[in-house]
Protein backbone atom coordinates (compact mmCIF):
# COMPACT_ATOMS: atom_id res chain seq x y z
CA UNK A 1 0.00 0.00 0.00
CA UNK A 2 2.83 2.68 0.74
CA UNK A 3 4.55 1.22 -2.48
CA UNK A 4 1.73 3.39 -4.71
CA UNK A 5 2.32 6.76 -3.08
CA UNK A 6 5.94 6.68 -2.88
CA UNK A 7 5.99 5.86 -7.14
CA UNK A 8 3.41 8.31 -7.66
CA UNK A 9 5.54 10.83 -5.86
CA UNK A 10 8.79 9.43 -7.81
CA UNK A 11 6.75 9.64 -10.97
CA UNK A 12 5.65 13.69 -10.47
CA UNK A 13 9.14 14.69 -9.44
CA UNK A 14 10.80 13.31 -12.18
CA UNK A 15 7.78 14.56 -14.70
CA UNK A 16 8.50 18.00 -13.41
CA UNK A 17 12.01 17.72 -14.21
CA UNK A 18 10.93 17.46 -17.82
CA UNK A 19 9.35 20.47 -18.25
CA UNK A 20 9.84 22.24 -21.30
CA UNK A 21 11.05 25.59 -21.77
CA UNK A 22 8.96 28.90 -22.96
CA UNK A 23 9.98 29.67 -26.48
CA UNK A 24 12.86 32.43 -26.79
CA UNK A 25 11.33 35.64 -28.17
CA UNK A 26 14.09 37.97 -30.14
CA UNK A 27 14.23 41.28 -29.77
CA UNK A 28 15.86 43.57 -32.23
CA UNK A 29 16.13 47.16 -30.21
CA UNK A 30 15.67 45.86 -26.62
CA UNK A 31 14.30 48.76 -24.55
CA UNK A 32 16.48 50.23 -21.06
CA UNK A 33 14.68 49.07 -18.10
CA UNK A 34 15.11 50.93 -14.83
CA UNK A 35 17.18 49.03 -12.12
CA UNK A 36 15.56 48.08 -8.76
CA UNK A 37 17.58 44.90 -7.29
CA UNK A 38 15.59 42.98 -5.14
CA UNK A 39 17.53 40.22 -3.01
CA UNK A 40 14.79 37.58 -3.34
CA UNK A 41 15.82 37.18 -7.18
CA UNK A 42 19.23 35.53 -7.79
CA UNK A 43 21.20 34.55 -10.79
CA UNK A 44 23.07 31.24 -9.37
CA UNK A 45 25.14 30.20 -12.44
CA UNK A 46 25.78 30.80 -15.82
CA UNK A 47 27.71 28.75 -18.21
CA UNK A 48 28.77 29.07 -21.80
CA UNK A 49 30.26 26.89 -24.12
CA UNK A 50 31.36 28.11 -27.66
CA UNK A 51 30.79 25.20 -30.41
CA UNK A 52 33.81 26.39 -33.01
CA UNK A 53 35.28 22.64 -33.60
CA UNK A 54 38.08 24.53 -35.66
CA UNK A 55 39.21 26.17 -32.06
CA UNK A 56 39.40 22.73 -30.05
CA UNK A 57 42.37 21.93 -28.91
CA UNK A 58 43.21 18.14 -29.16
CA UNK A 59 42.44 16.26 -25.92
CA UNK A 60 42.59 12.79 -24.42
CA UNK A 61 39.99 14.14 -21.85
CA UNK A 62 36.73 11.67 -22.05
CA UNK A 63 34.87 14.43 -20.05
CA UNK A 64 35.56 16.70 -22.58
CA UNK A 65 35.39 15.19 -25.46
CA UNK A 66 32.01 13.95 -24.54
CA UNK A 67 30.72 17.84 -24.17
CA UNK A 68 32.13 18.27 -27.41
CA UNK A 69 30.21 15.14 -29.05
CA UNK A 70 26.63 16.11 -26.74
CA UNK A 71 26.38 19.75 -28.61
CA UNK A 72 27.40 17.87 -31.67
CA UNK A 73 24.20 15.67 -31.70
CA UNK A 74 22.86 14.42 -33.77
CA UNK A 75 24.32 15.82 -37.01
CA UNK A 76 25.75 13.82 -39.48
CA UNK A 77 26.56 15.74 -42.66
CA UNK A 78 28.17 19.19 -42.51
CA UNK A 79 25.31 21.39 -42.70
CA UNK A 80 23.86 19.61 -39.64
CA UNK A 81 27.31 20.42 -38.05
CA UNK A 82 27.30 24.62 -39.54
CA UNK A 83 23.61 24.33 -38.15
CA UNK A 84 25.18 23.74 -34.16
CA UNK A 85 27.88 25.82 -34.27
CA UNK A 86 28.20 28.70 -32.08
CA UNK A 87 27.58 29.84 -28.81
CA UNK A 88 25.59 28.28 -25.98
CA UNK A 89 24.31 29.62 -23.08
CA UNK A 90 22.63 28.47 -19.54
CA UNK A 91 21.61 30.27 -17.17
CA UNK A 92 20.57 28.69 -13.56
CA UNK A 93 18.49 31.68 -11.64
CA UNK A 94 15.56 31.28 -8.83
CA UNK A 95 13.00 33.60 -7.33
CA UNK A 96 11.91 32.37 -3.65
CA UNK A 97 8.44 34.31 -4.38
CA UNK A 98 5.85 34.39 -7.07
CA UNK A 99 6.47 36.81 -9.86
CA UNK A 100 5.92 37.01 -13.15
CA UNK A 101 9.58 36.67 -14.63
CA UNK A 102 10.77 37.44 -17.87
CA UNK A 103 14.83 36.11 -18.11
CA UNK A 104 16.81 38.73 -21.17
CA UNK A 105 19.77 37.77 -22.44
CA UNK A 106 21.70 40.51 -24.56
CA UNK A 107 24.89 40.26 -26.49
CA UNK A 108 26.66 42.44 -28.96
CA UNK A 109 28.27 40.30 -32.24
CA UNK A 110 31.48 40.45 -33.72
CA UNK A 111 30.02 41.90 -36.84
CA UNK A 112 27.61 44.08 -35.40
CA UNK A 113 29.77 46.51 -33.32
CA UNK A 114 27.91 48.20 -31.04
CA UNK A 115 24.34 46.77 -32.05
CA UNK A 116 22.54 45.05 -29.09
CA UNK A 117 20.99 42.04 -29.89
CA UNK A 118 18.27 40.46 -27.03
CA UNK A 119 16.44 36.91 -26.34
CA UNK A 120 14.09 36.84 -24.10
CA UNK A 121 12.15 33.85 -22.00
CA UNK A 122 8.84 34.56 -19.87
CA UNK A 123 8.05 32.69 -16.75
CA UNK A 124 4.53 32.97 -15.26
CA UNK A 125 3.64 32.51 -11.82
CA UNK A 126 8.02 31.44 -11.73
CA UNK A 127 8.80 31.09 -7.95
CA UNK A 128 11.78 28.53 -7.30
CA UNK A 129 14.72 26.95 -9.25
CA UNK A 130 14.45 27.58 -12.72
CA UNK A 131 17.14 26.94 -16.02
CA UNK A 132 16.59 29.41 -19.39
CA UNK A 133 19.26 28.25 -22.44
CA UNK A 134 19.89 30.45 -24.79
CA UNK A 135 21.98 29.72 -28.51
CA UNK A 136 23.66 31.67 -31.20
CA UNK A 137 23.92 29.33 -33.88
CA UNK A 138 23.86 28.44 -37.52
CA UNK A 139 23.75 31.31 -40.04
CA UNK A 140 23.36 34.37 -37.21
CA UNK A 141 26.85 32.88 -35.73
CA UNK A 142 28.32 32.26 -39.00
CA UNK A 143 26.83 35.73 -40.75
CA UNK A 144 27.84 37.73 -37.49
CA UNK A 145 30.23 36.04 -35.32
CA UNK A 146 30.07 35.43 -31.95
CA UNK A 147 28.77 37.43 -29.20
CA UNK A 148 31.47 39.08 -27.71
CA UNK A 149 29.92 40.84 -24.51
CA UNK A 150 26.74 40.07 -23.08
CA UNK A 151 24.78 39.97 -20.15
CA UNK A 152 21.65 38.00 -18.33
CA UNK A 153 18.61 40.36 -16.79
CA UNK A 154 15.98 39.20 -14.91
CA UNK A 155 12.88 41.31 -15.49
CA UNK A 156 9.74 41.76 -12.89
CA UNK A 157 6.84 44.35 -13.54
CA UNK A 158 9.42 46.13 -16.55
CA UNK A 159 12.28 46.52 -13.54
CA UNK A 160 15.61 44.55 -13.47
CA UNK A 161 15.91 42.75 -10.38
CA UNK A 162 18.64 40.97 -10.96
CA UNK A 163 21.67 41.11 -13.65
CA UNK A 164 25.39 39.21 -14.45
CA UNK A 165 27.43 41.10 -16.87
CA UNK A 166 30.50 39.60 -18.97
CA UNK A 167 33.58 42.05 -18.23
CA UNK A 168 33.42 43.63 -21.66
CA UNK A 169 29.87 44.84 -21.17
CA UNK A 170 29.42 48.67 -21.83
Not at 38 to 63: A, G, M
Not at 85 to 103: I, P
Request: proline share 6%.
Amino acid sequence: MLQRPVFLIFLFLSLAGCATQPPVVELVNPKTLPLQLDDRFQLRKIIQFFNEPTYFPPTTSDTINFERFYYNYPAISQLEFDELRGNYTTVYWRTSVKANVTVRYEYYQAALSNHVQAMERYYPNASGSYRSEFNVLGSNYLEFGKPLAWRILLIVDKKIVAFRQSFLWK
